[in-house]
């Protein structure tokens, strides 16, 4: 009997390591190139493993979504359909983009809408993605598989001699997990890490790859687990790339840690194998340093995992005959970035990770304050170059994610040289381990907006849900105020009065009068020399003409010095100017025409509702000069909700779609 015993016990466990060892060709996802994309966000099912499919989600696909290639400097315009049964965002993360484009928390696409953001590609080549960023419900949404690549390309690293056959020997990779329950769909509730390993979605995952040198472009796209990459056979493999495009030189290695929303592209060389040899990329997990994500002991329970501190394979690889045209060299040079540095910095900001404590059931946050969705936790003036120090006194280490900005980290602990060489490039996203702390510098340029701000978060979904997450804005100050004793504007029938007093003229030059039809573009009304009036105090102008809507009027003040700043901006609306727009044909087929009171006028924010107040399209800053193509609406009664740009008032109006 106990001979029977064993030899089943011998059995199961060599069927146990027959079913690891049955491989599923990686799936490579399928491209989308160009400056148009259409993007249908979607509830689906997939067959990942044996017995019941699995509810997942993805965007044009079952599980994750297309790789999107982009070129710098085209604008991009994304027709992204929420066909989904729940509201969700979509954030172009590492994208450097106006905020009312960047798809976090603010920019809801409620089910059965339409959402065509665009924007100018500023960003170097690089890796970047797109995923879901609703807030309390990230973790569910990223967890369901939503989520893609975007790959910038430009000139300067065309020009160099790498790996850019995409597929082939330049491959994608998201790495992440999942825990199942008994009928194979994924465990939301007390879990943080998953049982079973997936490559882009591929369980089991397994490539072929040529004999020569390739290219991963691999994302750290988990819950929350860290990776401590390698190769099997320990050989050594050159990182050329970070977060926001190449370093300037690679930097060799044999193991790299990429945490959550991290990005690495690798050159590793398999042309002293053999065809049919195999290797593995592995995650060297096993006995890593208190805090680090997936280190923790035992394999279930809210924070154990089947994976959990040990070593495992995330990719199977087998080496096939070269290619034609292969490469077989590393570049010596990949890049000149000229990176920001303490010193650049006009402005430094502490964050503290806080909570979280065992016990406490306080969840972790920045500065004991949870994310509030109408809270502005920092104001960045535009084009000011920061220094942000983010401190983890706490139990575990976190991922730190800041939108909008490319950073340099330039200092662990305080310390320059213990930045290490792998993340020595741009980054977006920077892990901070437990009881230490990192420093970075950004310049926040070209996107300014005080309604719409950009996130902060750690990238951990379950703790950005929880509240581990801050907003900020960005503000046009380049403006210095003129601290005048009063200013003001006031409307007289066709004219506009300005009236300001000062306590005194002993360093004024002049008084020049401005005015703006947008508070941008300013041009020079009246000019008050101050020699002639040095013991006057009060001053008076007049606008005759002043230009149809709303009116913005500064004062510059011109010291004997030639140094000159300036007063705040006073804005004024004449009476029965007030933005309005009429809207043609009525009804209409196909395309609506736009026809503003002012033509200064910008709309900031269009949707459009059916009759029942449904959301149908968002169009964040739309280009209205040709017209809105409503042709693929069902006939019926729409509304449009149109804000302006300049005062952010909203008009609705009615159009009947035939």
């Known amino acids: 009997m106990k001979k029977i015993s064993l030899l089943v016990f011998l059995i199961v466990i060599l069927f146990s390591m027959s079913s690891m060892a049955q491989y599923n060709n990686l799936w490579i996802p399928d491209t989308l190139s160009g400056t148009t994309f259409n993007l249908t966000i979607k509830d689906t099912f997939s067959q990942l493993r044996t017995g019941q499919q699995t509810i997942t989600g993805g965007i044009n696909n079952k599980f994750w979504g297309p790789t999107l290639f982009v070129n710098k400097g085209d604008t991009v315009h994304m027709n992204v359909r929420n066909s989904m049964n729940d509201s969700t965002t979509i954030h172009w993360h590492g994208m450097h983009l106006p905020a009312v484009m960047d798809g976090g928390p603010h920019q809801v696409i409620p089910p059965g809408t339409l959402w065509q953001p665009y924007w100018k590609i500023n960003n170097l080549a690089g890796t970047y993605w797109y995923h879901p960023h609703l807030h309390e419900m990230t973790f569910e949404h990223i967890t369901k598989g939503i989520g893609g690549f975007i790959i910038v390309r430009d000139p300067q690293e065309s020009a160099l001699a790498l790996p850019r056959k995409y597929g082939i020997d330049d491959i994608p990779i998201a790495l992440t997990s999942r825990r199942y329950d008994a009928s194979n769909q994924f465990v939301l509730t007390n879990t943080t890490y998953g049982d079973y390993m997936l490559a882009n979605g591929t369980p089991n995952a397994q490539v072929s790859l040529p004999k020569q040198y390739v290219r991963l472009r691999i994302l750290n796209a988990e819950i929350e687990r860290g990776y401590n990459l390698g190769f099997s056979d320990n050989r050594t493999f050159y990182i050329i790339g970070n977060d926001g495009g190449l370093l300037n030189t690679p930097v060799s290695a044999t193991r790299v840690k990429l945490m959550v929303g991290e990005r690495v592209e690798i050159l590793v060389n398999l042309g002293a194998n053999n065809v049919g040899d195999t290797l593995n990329l592995k995650a060297y997990n096993s006995n890593q340093a208190f805090g680090f994500p997936g280190g923790e002991a035992g394999i279930s329970g809210q924070f154990g995992s089947l994976l959990n501190n040990v070593d495992f394979t995330v990719l199977h690889i087998k080496v096939a005959a070269t290619t034609a045209n292969p490469i077989t060299a590393v570049p010596s040079v990949l890049s000149n970035n000229i990176y920001w540095t303490a010193a650049d910095a006009t402005l430094s900001r502490n964050l503290t990770i806080t909570g979280g404590q065992a016990g406490s059931n306080q969840p972790f946050v920045f500065d004991n304050s949870a994310f509030s969705l109408t809270n502005i936790n ?29 950073f340099k980290i330039v200092a662990r602990n305080g310390i320059a040289t213990s930045v290490g060489d792998y993340e020595s490039g741009w980054k977006d996203v920077m892990y901070v381990p437990r009881g230490e702390n990192v420093s970075f510098v950004a310049k926040f340029d070209d996107y300014s907006d005080s309604i719409h701000p950009y996130m902060y978060h ?43 007093a000062v306590a005194n003229q002993l360093d004024s030059k002049a008084y020049i009068i401005q005015r703006s039809s947008d508070g941008k573009v300013w041009s020079d009304l009246e ?125 609705t109006k009615q159009f009947i779609k035939k």
């Open 378 to 406: 920092k104001t960045v003036n535009l084009n000011a170059i920061e220094k942000w120090t983010v401190t983890n006194s706490n139990v575990f280490g976190h991922t730190f994610h800041i939108h909008d900005v490319e």
């Open 458 to 500: 750690c990238h951990f979904s379950n703790h950005e849900d929880d509240g581990m997450m801050g907003q900020f804005v960005v503000k046009d100050n380049s403006i210095l105020p003129l601290n005048l004793l009063s200013f003001s504007v006031i409307g007289k029938g066709s004219t506009v009065e300005l009236n300001w």
């Open 527 to 651: 000019v008050i020399n101050t020699t002639d009036t040095s013991n006057q105090t009060n001053f008076q102008a007049i606008d005759y003409s002043p230009m149809f809507g709303i009116n913005y009027y500064r004062i510059k003040f011109l010291d004997k010095n030639g140094d000159y700043t300036y007063s705040n901006v006073k804005s004024i609306q004449r009476k029965g100017e007030e933005f309005d727009c009429r809207i043609y044909p009525q009804p209409t087929k196909s395309m609506l025409n736009f026809l503003f009171n002012d033509p200064a006028y910008q709309v900031y924010y269009l949707k459009v509702l059916d009759k029942v107040g449904r959301t149908i399209l968002m169009m964040p800053r739309p280009i209205l000069s040709k017209g809105l193509n409503v042709s693929q609406l069902p006939s019926g009664i729409y509304y449009l909700q149109i804000t302006d740009e300049k005062t952010m008032k909203t008009i």
